[in-house]
């Protein structure tokens, strides 16, 4: 059977480097003058030891389709280094069987293509002397508000790779949740277009998750935001590798790494870890165009969840764990990793392009992520009150420091809508909420309105990595917000929108939070009647906390059940608003 095909053509602008090096593809072929070469050891290319243990399989063959004659020289590389496996000289398509002897050490298999005379590179592909462990069908989630353009573009990529490999139309559908109801899209066999109440992604991507399982031919869903950009190939590696996983692995739930459209050689992240206070991003900022990240992201340590980006789990998984949480955005996929993804599998080659979420910050999100965070801790980490409370008034005491009084108070919120239980959760209407909570937001400046304020195009610091000295900086500073207004500066501080630095904001009056992408920022100003406000609000939630933490995680894992369960889902998808 087939693993994959090797990609020749970069499949993104920017990307050069993940498919060949050495050369490039010219219409979907690589050309090579006598005594050129071109390394395949790239992201989209090497053969991951990962199938050798996941695949029970021993060996692999290597097929090239080329003209003209070459040197082929097949590499395995592992933490002990490079070790050639083969030399051989073709001419015209080769096919070599390559042993597959590190499988649980970790590593990749790579190879080299010299020319001899000149030679033609058109395609290839990585086969295995095995059948098919089982048939897959899966059913792709893709939740949609008002992106229209993004999710006419995945369709449209998707219908061309549907018409180039006819065999994955049997074997892949996609359900488009629209949450705002205003796509407009031609009838077609391949997808479904669903209108769904605005419930954010954890309500787009649960309508999507019961529209699979409603079918009992599909086997997994796949989970995909609808702004990403991703290559065909990519698909159907996964309904290949899923095909191929032997029955000791086969509830495995696959994660794609995403690479940042900013950076499309970088890989942002592929899975996380949340220990109930902080995240820990696994194999974050690599440039996936050089042999060592290449060989960091083979058996890279188990994450505890994928993102949402691209995650593809087995449907019966709804049946054992139950449904997602109704959380709207934010922490829904943490909490459903660490709750039904019983083993968690990456491989190179599987990934997508995504903004960078820097570049989607706004303050009033504190709201989703400090509020479900919290449950998603009560429920699954071991995390007492004392340390959530200490981080609240953290964030708390900081967000004052910015001069950011809507995202305090969207903490504030967070924090008291959390110690109201699940039952909050099951009973409240999430559109209600979203339409409070985006009200909160500070207004967007445009770049003059920004120059006017700063004297000029502002240039914010960047921000420290340092988490643990600015945690503690920020302790010392929160003295600023007893201070009377006289002491405050005049001039105009600039930080940065995405990250923030406390430090710049230190005693002045006039916060401006700038993008330097967009132009666009905030403009704040010191508000001692909404700080002292706020700083009364900080000492209710945080005494809150650190006594009552101990009943809400009881209440939270008796309520859990309720929180995720189809009843529950009904009544958001399917309520109706009386006057």
């Known amino acids: 059977m087939k693993l994959f095909d090797l990609m020749l053509e970069e499949p993104q602008a920017g990307a050069e480097g993940l498919c060949v090096q050495g050369a490039r593809a010219e219409g979907g072929v690589v050309c090579l003058a006598d005594g050129e070469s071109a390394s395949f050891r790239t992201y989209f290319n090497i053969l991951s030891l990962e199938y050798a243990r996941c695949c029970g399989i021993s060996s692999a063959t290597l097929e090239i389709d080329a003209e003209g004659a070459f040197v082929l020289e097949v590499f395995e590389c592992t ?16 096919a070599e069987e390559v042993p597959l002897e590190n499988g649980n050490g970790g590593g990749y298999i790579w190879f080299t293509v010299r020319a001899k005379g000149g030679c033609r590179i058109s395609g290839g592909r990585w086969l295995a002397d095995k059948r098919p462990e089982r048939r897959i069908k899966t059913g792709m989630v893709i939740c949609t508000y008002r992106r229209e353009s993004f999710v006419a573009a995945n369709l449209a990529r998707i219908a061309e790779g549907l018409k180039a490999r006819p065999y994955m139309a049997e074997a892949l559908h996609v359900f488009v949740i629209d949450n705002a109801g205003t796509l407009d899209l031609p009838e077609s066999g391949f997808y479904t277009v669903i209108k769904n109440r605005n419930l954010g992604g954890s309500g787009g991507f649960t309508r999507g998750i019961c529209e699979v399982c409603a079918d009992s031919s599909f086997t997994h869903f796949l989970l995909t935001d609808d702004d990403i950009s991703f290559d065909f190939n990519v698909l159907e590696r996964t309904h290949l590798l899923l095909s191929a996983l032997t029955p ?12 940042t459209l900013e950076q499309p050689w970088m890989q942002y992240e592929c899975g996380g870890k949340y220990d109930g206070l902080r995240f820990k991003v696994i194999n974050s900022r690599l440039d996936m165009r050089k042999p060592q990240s290449l060989l960091k992201i083979q058996r890279p340590e188990t994450p505890d969840y994928y993102g949402w980006w691209y995650c593809c789990m087995p449907a019966s998984s709804v049946e054992k764990y139950g449904l997602p949480m109704p959380f709207f955005i934010k922490g829904d996929d943490v909490e459903y990793g660490m709750r039904a993804a019983e083993e968690k599998l990456s491989v190179s080659g599987i990934g997508v392009w995504h903004q960078d979420f820097a570049g989607k910050y706004t303050g009033t999100l504190e709201y989703y992520t400090k509020r479900n965070l919290a449950a998603v801790s009560a429920m699954r980490c071991k995390a007492g009150g004392f340390k959530p409370a200490v981080r609240f008034a953290y964030f708390m005491f900081k967000s004052l420091l910015l001069k950011n009084y ?12 959390f110690m109201k239980g699940p ?10 909420i979203n339409a409070h909570v985006r009200a909160l937001e500070n207004r967007l ?3 003059e309105e920004i120059e006017k304020a700063c004297g000029g195009k502002p240039s914010p610091r960047k921000w420290d990595p340092d988490k643990r000295s600015e945690f503690f900086r920020c302790l010392f500073l929160a003295l600023e917000n007893y201070l009377p207004a006289f002491v405050f500066s005049k001039k105009t501080a600039v930080t940065d929108m995405g990250n923030p630095i406390a430090a710049d904001c230190f005693l002045k009056r006039t916060v401006v939070h700038y ?15 909404k700080r002292r406000d ?11 906390l650190l006594f009552g933490y101990g009943k809400m995680k009881k209440l939270y894992r008796a309520g859990a059940r309720e929180m995720c369960s189809r009843k529950t889902w009904d009544r958001l998808f399917f309520a109706r608003k009386t006057d």
């Open 248 to 259: 000791e692995h086969a509830n495995a739930t696959l994660g794609g790494a995403m690479l």
């Open 445 to 447: 400046c445009d770049a």
């Open 515 to 529: 993008d330097e992408k967009s132009g666009k920022g905030m403009i704040l100003e010191l508000d001692t009647k």
């Open 406 to 417: 809507a995202c305090a108070q969207a903490l504030y919120e967070a924090y008291e809508d």
């Open 79 to 94: 933490r002990a280094g490079d070790r050639l496996l083969k030399s051989t000289e073709h001419d015209g398509s080769a």
């Open 534 to 544: 706020l700083r009364r609000k900080t000492f209710r939630v945080f005494f809150g």
């Open 423 to 432: 039952g909050f959760f099951i009973s409240s209407d999430p559109e209600e």
